[in-house]
């Protein structure tokens, strides 16, 4: 992964967290997985289900 951010959990663009699988920021399991919106929509589907949820239960207001 490049960038300004590094991910404790990646050791030579592997994931040690994810069974050491290559470092896909926001894959199922990911630190970031569900937390923050990405470039790519395709990993925003469990974020856009928590505010659902959130909005539905009254909290996300």
């Excluded at 896909?24 to 919106?37: S, T």
């Amino acid at each position: 992964m490049s960038g300004s951010w590094g991910c404790p959990h990646e050791r030579n663009n592997l994931c040690t967290k994810v069974r050491n699988l290559p470092c896909d920021p926001g894959m199922k399991a990911c630190v970031l997985y569900g937390r923050f919106v990405f470039a790519d929509e395709s990993k925003n589907e469990p974020l856009r289900r928590k505010r659902a949820a959130d909005a539905s239960d009254g909290s996300g207001e």
